[in-house]
């Protein structure tokens, strides 16, 4: 089993910058593929970015591209996504997930799942 806690939410204003944290635990992590995904209130949860295991190769939402970045570091169990020039429609509960395949995009794809943590970004 796979247990992933994320942290790092809060609340920020508009052109402001988060870092998000999912740490992972139960399992060898670097041969996890990680995803962060996002789930506004009313909306479906959307993919937001991926890495593989090998970190050559990573995908973003195109809502998201040129603003946000992840990155893993495997030594510390660790995926990261730096949010910068957050927007209001940026507001939602992220959710980090893991993988022992890479499902890219693909959210059905991905097999565990952490509980979540709140960005509220204000006008």
């Known amino acids: 089993q796979v247990r992933l806690v994320e942290s790092g939410g809060g609340l920020v204003q508009a052109g402001g910058s988060l870092r998000l944290s999912c740490a992972a635990s139960g399992r060898t992590f670097s041969s996890y593929a990680m995803g962060w995904f996002r789930q506004a209130p009313g909306k479906e949860r959307e993919f937001v970015a991926a890495?593989?295991?090998?970190?050559?190769?990573?995908y973003y939402a195109d809502s998201v591209k040129g603003r946000f970045t992840i990155s893993r570091d495997n030594a510390k169990n660790t995926v990261y996504l730096q949010m910068n020039s957050l927007k209001p429609e940026d507001t939602a509960v992220y959710f980090c997930?893991?993988?022992?395949?890479?499902?890219?995009?693909?959210?059905?794809?991905?097999?565990?799942w952490g509980q979540g943590t709140q960005v509220t970004v204000s006008s």
């Open positions: 890495i593989s295991w090998s970190v050559s190769n990573i």
């Open positions: 997930a893991a993988s022992s395949v890479f499902p890219r995009t693909f959210i059905d794809g991905y097999s565990y």
